[in-house]
């Protein structure tokens, strides 16, 4: 074998071993994808996770009206926290608490404060982010390797999207002159769509390899125990403050809805969604919420005794780097703006999806061609080494 040859067929070695680098890839973008539409797909497949309508004028109840119809269908349990999702045809979730010592999260009807179900332990949006975002792989010391597996890819695919702006010359007529060929062949069509749908998603791909790679980063300042937080420490209730009472169920504390008042009072902009309540006896009632910035969220503490507001975490209270990282999950995922917003990212996320198989196709096709030509190459090789002494032999006999 020549030296030339050689090196094709460790060519050929190398794009063959990188083959599973794309299916790698094509399964992370493909459960990436599901998982920002996971919890709509739940909620098509369970009927407890859907907020209906006892009849079409029928109005949400207020934090206080479903805390106190929890309290009364399920009078032993403890309420810990109520959540209302961002859009209106999702049930409530409230983590609760028995004295068998059992903390499920339940579904509750937002019109009539009914139990409706028990949330799994594992469902299929948990499986899908998992899957995505650390491979199923366990959290024993820290982050497992298998996030650092995925958000490592993060840096590749920025790579590719710099390094392809740098390879297709004049890229952007592609959004004036689109081009798709249907009749010259796979290759050919392929091509055409990797290229088209890597033009149309230049933005989702430049927003989900940067995130991606802050994933990394993250993981990597949690395990070297690196804090960039100004949020200090959380207040607690002054134990002069605290009122004596036989039980936990005895002590006054004000009414939850008077707590969401007090806390959009001082701030108006505060839309609750979510509402901690006292664990302990110094336990605050903390509100949190969207404001005018949709990719983060703002709390107010409130004394669940007096009324009076202990702490804030707003939007100001942030540095200018928390500010940014905190943006970073919500863009990643598009869970800030509504179903809307997921069916966008879900959208670019087929098109990325699809243009790694594409690509995946391209590369395959034509290593198995080269693989085929050099394979032709090494065949037609002995054959001409055998027919060559039996030439000379013709010659040599004066055999023309």
């Not at 349990?77 to 004295?99: C, G, N, Q």
């Not at 430049?206 to 949020?231: K, M, N, P, Y």
């Not at 006054?252 to 609750?272: F, H, Y």
């Not at 007096?306 to 975490?313: F, L, P, Q, T, V």
Request: proline share 6%; hydrophobic share 45%; glycine share 8%.
């Amino acid at each position: 074998m020549s030296k030339k040859s050689r090196s094709k067929l460790w060519f050929l070695v190398h794009s063959w071993l990188a083959l599973p680098v794309w299916f790698f890839l094509l399964i992370i973008c493909v459960t990436g994808t599901l998982a920002t539409v996971s919890q709509e797909i739940v909620w098509l497949a369970n009927p407890d996770v859907r907020a209906s309508k006892p009849s079409d004028d029928a109005e949400r109840l207020s934090y206080g009206q479903i805390l106190a119809a929890i309290n009364l269908a399920e009078p032993q349990l403890v309420v810990h926290s109520i959540d209302r999702p961002d859009e209106d045809h999702f049930a409530l979730t409230a983590r609760v608490s028995y004295p068998d010592g059992s903390s499920p999260t339940l579904y509750v009807n937002p019109y009539t404060g009914a139990i409706q179900g028990v949330s799994p332990q594992f469902d299929f949006r948990q499986f899908t982010r998992a899957l995505h975002g650390w491979w199923l792989v366990p959290f024993t010391n820290g982050f497992s390797w298998g996030w650092y597996l995925v958000s490592l890819t993060g840096i590749p695919m920025l790579l590719s999207l710099i390094t392809g702006l740098v390879v297709y010359k004049r890229f952007w007529r592609g959004f004036f002159t689109p081009r798709l060929r249907f009749n010259q062949g796979t290759r050919i069509f392929w091509g055409d769509f990797h290229r088209l749908s890597g033009i149309w998603s230049i933005w989702f791909i430049a927003v989900i390899s940067i995130t991606g790679i802050w994933f990394l980063i993250r993981a990597l300042l949690f395990d070297f125990h690196i804090s960039i937080s100004t949020e200090g420490v959380p207040p607690v209730v002054a134990r002069e403050e605290v009122p004596l009472a036989a039980s936990a169920k005895e002590v006054p504390r004000i009414d939850l809805d008077q707590a969401v008042s007090i806390a959009q009072g001082a701030v108006p902009s505060l839309e609750a969604s979510s509402i901690d309540l006292p664990i302990y006896a110094y336990g605050h009632i903390t509100v949190s919420g969207r404001g005018w910035y949709p990719l983060m969220f703002q709390s107010v503490t409130v004394n669940p005794y007096n009324g009076e507001i202990d702490a804030k975490r707003l939007l100001d209270d942030r540095s200018t780097l928390e500010f940014v990282t905190e943006s970073m999950r919500p863009l990643h995922v598009g869970d800030f703006g509504g179903l809307w917003v997921k069916l966008i990212w879900f959208f670019f996320g087929l098109l990325l999806s699809m243009m790694v198989l594409s690509g995946l196709l391209i590369w395959t096709k034509r290593t198995a061609h080269a693989t085929a030509a050099l394979v032709k190459r090494a065949e037609r090789g002995p054959r001409r080494s055998r027919a060559a002494p039996i030439a000379i032999a013709e010659v040599s006999e004066g055999r023309p």
